[in-house]
């Protein structure tokens, strides 16, 4: 971080300009103007926090996809009918057990298990044949979404969520101030931030398994330079069927998770997939922190539009990706 | 070297078939017999099948066709084609007439067309432009996001794309007397494009131009050394593969009479891909085979399927199991299991058959 | 500036092909050549010698401008080319082929030379297809009959054997007026027979091309060079002619006796 300061000062600069002018908007009674250029104060900070916590979501799908991706190559276009198939399996699990973070962790083991058989029966054959491998993760998920279709069907589904974790809370955010001069505060609802309080910890578990255990390292090197892995007479095949399996896991998992905020029915597989692509793509392909950072900007970038520019709110992810791939072609937390 | 090589290894690389242009010239009879086929299948064949089976034939082969242009010569494997394509749909029926009179411009319809083909081209070439700088496999992802992106823009524009139900009744226009919408006509104009944008890409691949985008394909760091400027040389291939694209997108928007964001989405989108691999992408001919294949079970095997007691909605399950199976087993698709058989039977001298797609 | 191509083209017959002073290239805190001074005559062949781990090859990475000496100055023909990006150094006749073979495999053995010809000519985005008697086939042809590939000219590169594509490396180094190449193991891999048809390539190459050759096998080596250099540690440790360097003690001990190299 202060490398980055004092290579950048005017940027730095910018940055904290703008985090400062940000926590204003949160922190402060907005003034009438501001509620004319912005809207309610009230429709900002959900927009907000909205983001953020779908870019936990985010996060979630996307850093097992650039996993996979950074160590193996192996651009998993079927990431998106992972985190379906999670999402339903959690569905049929809640509902026949009533345990919502017991759903989780099956939805999680299965998923990682499928990703364990995928790894072991076909991408081991195909290892260095990145593009082969891409193209039989295009057939499942053609595969998969026919199968979820035959035994789901078309309508939407929802994890319901434990009672513990239904209903709103208040943030200490102060939206508006009554004519009584009582604060209104935000009402939020509960799930939302717990999930998002979810991703943070299991991105923070991540970078620390990465950065502090001994796997973790095997695994960084092994992105940086996959030939160093072998070199090593580090059992590669294993540490592949591993992070392969966790990262399919998480799409599992997120699968639950999104479907306890979101719905699950077809077509959402292809919509997670290319959130996770273009969170992936701006946050710098392979890194887990580039992921964390893409999925924020996302989520951000989706909720804001959704609420200032209603028509364009898709387009505009879209337009964030080609700025990126135009300035900085390797993703924004990519060195080289 | 050899580790880069290995490691980008895009698609078709190194040791893949080379797609030597001088072996799909049509010197073996079977091709003439096709080429004499084709020509006089007007006489005896149903307006549904010059229409509904081969005229989307050619034009999904032409689809195809640029991205194996992309893929099999530049190792570039670009999902954005199918894209360009519906741009110049969309163009045609933006700048000429529609049934949304309050959208289209109504102007002459080569006019339209023209425009259409250069913009059309132009979003293919900067698509190409924004994916090119990045190594090999990153292409299929950021292609693939442009692509959605195009898509999720023509869905939520109205005062453009006019949105989800996009336009209708484009027509085909009337030239020199002639009534391009009828079978004869249309299924003649089809074909002529087809036959263009193969022989065109036949005789690039082996231009100077089309010699280096191979080099760069195979070594991309050696075409540096030798002072070939590798990054303008993609560049101008999703220029080339764009024209034909675009050209297809025109007769594609004149085949159905409509072009809606479903046009160029996800799916559409994918399928080329699985056409050109199908068909096989180490030669020109493959993304035609792919096409007529993907045409006929789109067209039969619901019927099929009904026929022997499966689920006719089972369908995209067929197609995903039979793209997996193609993928596993003969990665030059069809035409890799073509040439296996013909040496095996045929010419057991000639080399052994190699893997395709890597 | 014309004054500085007249220089230029005065200073061609008489200049060093070839001048290093005091290059060095450092790799983090590893130094791979340190204080590297050589020079090389127009139409010398020289041998660089020396374990691996020496530098020969960071040697030949830092004259073409793979990877830019770290300091010192590296003149070729007598202009100073050491800031230079590769493709400048190689439209001033700089050649060299790779210790790995670096190829285009799924294309056939004249169209890797012909690219290679191409790759300094005009016309590369050309779209026409080169006519029959076109000026760059025809030398593509000449190059492919100097590295006595003629018959296999149609066939794909990656149908060749190992010693063929040595060859066609060759072959590409070869292409358009090269003035001095710089060769990396040619002999790498290849069987007796195939060494012994190296050693005519090398030696029927025309007067006017020099050539620093990185070579374990001395057989090879010290028949096609009238003069060697030895490297060891980043350094250079002795020049001479090839008989002086076969008979020095010192090299002897330190090379030679080594006997596991390669």
Same mark, same amino acid.
């Given at each position: 971080?202060?490398?980055?300061?004092?290579?950048?000062?005017?940027?730095?600069?910018?940055?904290?300009?703008?985090?400062?002018?940000?926590?204003?908007?949160?922190?402060?009674?907005?003034?009438?103007?501001?509620?004319?250029?912005?809207?309610?104060?009230?429709?900002?900070?959900?927009?907000?926090?909205?983001?953020?916590?779908?870019?936990?979501?985010?996060?979630?799908?996307?850093?097992?996809?650039?996993?996979?991706?950074?160590?193996?190559?192996?651009?998993?276009?079927?990431?998106?009918?992972?985190?379906?198939?999670?999402?339903?399996?959690?569905?049929?699990?809640?509902?026949?057990?009533?345990?919502?973070?017991?759903?989780?962790?099956?939805?999680?083991?299965?998923?990682?298990?499928?990703?364990?058989?995928?790894?072991?029966?076909?991408?081991?054959?195909?290892?260095?044949?990145?593009?082969?491998?891409?193209?039989?993760?295009?057939?499942?998920?053609?595969?998969?979404?026919?199968?979820?279709?035959?035994?789901?069907?078309?309508?939407?589904?929802?994890?319901?969520?434990?009672?513990?974790?239904?209903?709103?809370?208040?943030?200490?955010?102060?939206?508006?101030?009554?004519?009584?001069?009582?604060?209104?505060?935000?009402?939020?609802?509960?799930?939302?931030?717990?999930?998002?309080?979810?991703?943070?910890?299991?991105?923070?578990?991540?970078?620390?398994?990465?950065?502090?255990?001994?796997?973790?390292?095997?695994?960084?090197?092994?992105?940086?330079?996959?030939?160093?892995?072998?070199?090593?007479?580090?059992?590669?095949?294993?540490?592949?069927?591993?992070?392969?399996?966790?990262?399919?896991?998480?799409?599992?998992?997120?699968?639950?998770?999104?479907?306890?905020?979101?719905?699950?029915?077809?077509?959402?597989?292809?919509?997670?997939?290319?959130?996770?692509?273009?969170?992936?793509?701006?946050?710098?392909?392979?890194?887990?922190?580039?992921?964390?950072?893409?999925?924020?900007?996302?989520?951000?970038?989706?909720?804001?539009?959704?609420?200032?520019?209603?028509?364009?709110?898709?387009?505009?992810?879209?337009?964030?990706?080609?700025?990126?791939?135009?300035?900085?072609?390797?993703?924004?937390?990519?060195?080289? | 070297?050899?580790?880069?090589?290995?490691?980008?290894?895009?698609?078709?690389?190194?040791?893949?078939?080379?797609?030597?242009?001088?072996?799909?010239?049509?010197?073996?009879?079977? %091709?003439?017999?096709? $080429? &004499?086929? =084709?020509?006089? *299948?007007?006489?005896? +064949?149903?307006?549904?099948? /010059?229409? @509904?089976?081969?005229?989307?034939?050619?034009? %999904?082969?032409?689809? $195809? &066709?640029? =991205?194996?242009? *992309?893929?099999?010569? +530049?190792?570039?494997?670009? /999902?954005? @084609?199918?894209?360009?394509?519906?741009?110049?749909?969309?163009?045609? $029926?933006?700048?000429?007439?529609?049934?949304?009179?309050?959208?289209?411009?109504?102007?002459?319809?080569?006019?339209?067309?023209?425009?259409?083909?250069?913009?059309?081209?132009?979003?293919?070439?900067?698509?190409?432009?924004?994916?090119?700088?990045?190594?090999?496999?990153?292409?299929?992802?950021?292609?693939?996001?442009?692509?959605?992106?195009?898509?999720?823009?023509?869905?939520?524009?109205?005062?453009?794309?006019?949105?989800?139900?996009?336009?209708?009744?484009?027509?085909?226009?009337?030239?020199?007397?002639?009534?391009?919408?009828?079978?004869?006509?249309?299924?003649?104009?089809?074909?002529?494009?087809?036959?263009?944008?193969?022989?065109?890409?036949?005789?690039?691949?082996?231009?100077?131009?089309?010699?280096?985008?191979?080099?760069?394909?195979?070594?991309?760091?050696?075409?540096?050394?030798?002072?070939?400027?590798?990054?303008?040389?993609?560049?101008?291939?999703?220029?080339?593969?764009?024209?034909?694209?675009?050209?297809?997108?025109?007769?594609?928007?004149?085949?159905?009479?409509?072009?809606?964001?479903?046009?160029?989405?996800?799916?559409?989108?994918?399928?080329?891909?699985?056409?050109?691999?199908?068909?096989?992408?180490?030669?020109?001919?493959?993304?035609?085979?792919?096409?007529?294949?993907?045409?006929?079970?789109?067209?039969?095997?619901?019927?099929?399927?009904?026929?022997?007691?499966?689920?006719?909605?089972?369908?995209?399950?067929?197609?995903?199991?039979?793209?997996?199976?193609?993928?596993?087993?003969?990665?030059?698709?069809?035409?890799?299991?073509?040439?296996?058989?013909?040496?095996?039977?045929?010419?057991?001298?000639?080399?052994?058959?190699?893997?395709?797609?890597? | 500036?014309?004054?500085?191509?007249?220089?230029?083209?005065?200073?061609?017959?008489?200049?060093?092909?070839?001048?290093?002073?005091?290059?060095?290239?450092?790799?983090?805190?590893?130094?791979?050549?340190?204080?590297?001074?050589?020079?090389?005559?127009?139409?010398?062949?020289?041998?660089?010698?020396?374990?691996?781990?020496?530098?020969?090859?960071?040697?030949?990475?830092?004259?073409?401008?793979?990877?830019?000496?770290?300091?010192?100055?590296?003149?070729?023909?007598?202009?100073?080319?050491?800031?230079?990006?590769?493709?400048?150094?190689?439209?001033?006749?700089?050649?060299?082929?790779?210790?790995?073979?670096?190829?285009?495999?799924?294309?056939?053995?004249?169209?890797?030379?012909?690219?290679?010809?191409?790759?300094?000519?005009?016309?590369?985005?050309?779209?026409?297809?080169?006519?029959?008697?076109?000026?760059?086939?025809?030398?593509?042809?000449?190059?492919?009959?100097?590295?006595?590939?003629?018959?296999?000219?149609?066939?794909?590169?990656?149908?060749?054997?190992?010693?063929?594509?040595?060859?066609?490396?060759?072959?590409?180094?070869?292409?358009?007026?090269?003035?001095?190449?710089?060769?990396?193991?040619?002999?790498?891999?290849?069987?007796?027979?195939?060494?012994?048809?190296?050693?005519?390539?090398?030696?029927?190459?025309?007067?006017?091309?020099?050539?620093?050759?990185?070579?374990?096998?001395?057989?090879?080596?010290?028949?096609?060079?009238?003069?060697?250099?030895?490297?060891?540690?980043?350094?250079?440790?002795?020049?001479?002619?090839?008989?002086?360097?076969?008979?020095?003690?010192?090299?002897?001990?330190?090379?030679?006796?080594?006997?596991?190299?390669?």
């Amino acid at each position: 971080m202060s490398r980055f300061i004092e290579r950048h000062p005017a940027w730095a600069l910018v940055a904290i300009l703008a985090l400062a002018f940000l926590l204003y908007l949160v922190l402060a009674t907005w003034p009438p103007g501001l509620e004319e250029v912005l809207g309610r104060k009230r429709v900002f900070l959900t927009a907000l926090i909205n983001g953020i916590t779908l870019g936990g979501l985010y996060f979630l799908v996307a850093s097992g996809f650039t996993l996979i991706f950074g160590l193996m190559r192996n651009v998993n276009l079927a990431h998106g009918s992972l985190y379906l198939l999670g999402g339903y399996l959690g569905y049929e699990f809640a509902n026949l057990t009533g345990g919502w973070v017991l759903s989780l962790v099956i939805a999680f083991i299965i998923i990682a298990a499928l990703g364990m058989v995928l790894q072991f029966t076909i991408f081991r054959w195909m290892e260095g044949q990145d593009l082969r491998q891409t193209l039989v993760t295009i057939a499942i998920s053609i595969v998969l979404a026919d199968l979820m279709l035959w035994r789901w069907g078309g309508d939407f589904y929802q994890v319901p969520s434990p009672s513990w974790l239904t209903g709103p809370v208040q943030l200490p955010l102060v939206t508006a101030v009554r004519s009584s001069g009582e604060a209104v505060y935000l009402q939020y609802p509960l799930v939302r931030l717990i999930i998002f309080a979810g991703a943070v910890v299991i991105g923070v578990l991540m970078w620390l398994a990465l950065n502090r255990t001994k796997v973790g390292m095997l695994v960084r090197a092994g992105v940086d330079d996959r030939d160093m892995l072998s070199a090593t007479g580090v059992r590669v095949q294993l540490v592949f069927l591993g992070v392969f399996a966790f990262g399919a896991g998480l799409a599992g998992f997120a699968g639950v998770v999104g479907g306890t905020f979101q719905s699950l029915q077809p077509g959402e597989d292809t919509k997670i997939l290319l959130a996770s692509l273009v969170v992936v793509i701006v946050g710098g392909m392979g890194s887990i922190p580039g992921a964390a950072l893409g999925a924020l900007i996302i989520g951000l970038a989706e909720q804001f539009g959704s609420v200032y520019m209603p028509t364009y709110a898709v387009v505009l992810t879209f337009v964030i990706m080609v700025l990126v791939l135009a300035w900085r072609p390797q993703g924004l937390l990519r060195g080289s | 070297m050899a580790v880069e090589a290995s490691r980008t290894s895009g698609i078709l690389p190194a040791s893949a078939p080379a797609p030597t242009a001088a072996s799909s010239l049509p010197r073996y009879p079977a %091709l003439w017999l096709l $080429a &004499l086929f =084709l020509l006089i *299948l007007p006489a005896f +064949g149903s307006d549904f099948v /010059l229409i @509904q089976l081969f005229g989307w034939t050619f034009i %999904l082969g032409m689809i $195809a &066709l640029s =991205l194996m242009f *992309l893929g099999g010569y +530049g190792g570039m494997v670009s /999902l954005v @084609q199918m894209t360009v394509a519906g741009c110049a749909g969309y163009m045609v $029926a933006i700048f000429g007439t529609s049934a949304v009179a309050e959208i289209s411009l109504g102007w002459p319809w080569w006019l339209a067309v023209v425009v259409a083909i250069v913009i059309a081209t132009l979003f293919g070439t900067l698509s190409g432009a924004l994916s090119v700088r990045t190594e090999g496999i990153y292409t299929i992802m950021i292609t693939l996001a442009i692509a959605s992106a195009f898509f999720y823009f023509t869905l939520q524009n109205y005062s453009i794309f006019n949105g989800f139900s996009g336009f209708n009744a484009v027509r085909v226009p009337q030239v020199f007397g002639i009534d391009w919408r009828a079978a004869v006509p249309f299924y003649y104009l089809t074909l002529f494009w087809a036959v263009i944008a193969y022989l065109a890409v036949v005789y690039v691949s082996r231009s100077p131009f089309g010699l280096a985008l191979q080099g760069t394909r195979d070594n991309a760091r050696r075409m540096e050394a030798l002072g070939f400027n590798v990054t303008a040389h993609r560049i101008a291939a999703y220029a080339f593969a764009s024209v034909i694209a675009a050209v297809a997108g025109v007769l594609l928007v004149w085949h159905g009479g409509q072009i809606s964001p479903g046009t160029a989405g996800v799916g559409p989108v994918v399928d080329i891909l699985i056409i050109a691999v199908a068909g096989g992408m180490s030669r020109p001919i493959g993304p035609f085979i792919g096409a007529l294949i993907y045409v006929l079970l789109r067209t039969f095997a619901l019927d099929v399927m009904e026929a022997v007691g499966l689920d006719g909605k089972r369908f995209q399950l067929l197609v995903g199991v039979g793209f997996l199976l193609i993928v596993l087993f003969s990665p030059d698709g069809v035409l890799g299991l073509w040439q296996r058989w013909h040496r095996r039977f045929l010419a057991p001298a000639a080399p052994p058959a190699r893997g395709g797609v890597r | 500036m014309p004054a500085n191509v007249a220089e230029r083209l005065s200073a061609v017959g008489t200049a060093n092909a070839l001048e290093l002073r005091g290059v060095t290239r450092l790799f983090g805190a590893l130094a791979a050549l340190v204080d590297i001074t050589l020079t090389v005559r127009p139409g010398e062949r020289r041998a660089v010698l020396g374990s691996n781990g020496a530098g020969k090859t960071t040697l030949f990475n830092c004259i073409t401008g793979d990877f830019p000496a770290s300091s010192g100055t590296i003149r070729f023909f007598s202009e100073d080319v050491t800031h230079f990006p590769p493709h400048e150094r190689i439209r001033r006749g700089l050649r060299r082929t790779y210790q790995i073979s670096a190829l285009f495999t799924g294309l056939t053995v004249l169209d890797n030379v012909y690219l290679a010809c191409c790759g300094i000519s005009r016309g590369r985005f050309s779209l026409l297809r080169p006519r029959r008697n076109d000026a760059l086939v025809a030398s593509a042809e000449n190059l492919i009959q100097a590295v006595h590939l003629a018959g296999v000219r149609d066939q794909l590169v990656s149908e060749l054997s190992h010693g063929q594509q040595r060859q066609l490396e060759i072959a590409l180094a070869l292409a358009g007026a090269p003035r001095f190449i710089l060769f990396d193991e040619p002999a790498a891999g290849l069987s007796p027979t195939e060494r012994s048809e190296l050693v005519e390539i090398l030696t029927s190459l025309p007067a006017h091309i020099g050539y620093i050759v990185i070579e374990h096998d001395m057989d090879v080596a010290l028949r096609v060079v009238e003069s060697v250099t030895m490297m060891h540690n980043g350094r250079i440790f002795k020049e001479g002619r090839p008989e002086e360097i076969e008979s020095d003690p010192e090299v002897q001990e330190l090379y030679l006796g080594g006997g596991h190299h390669g």
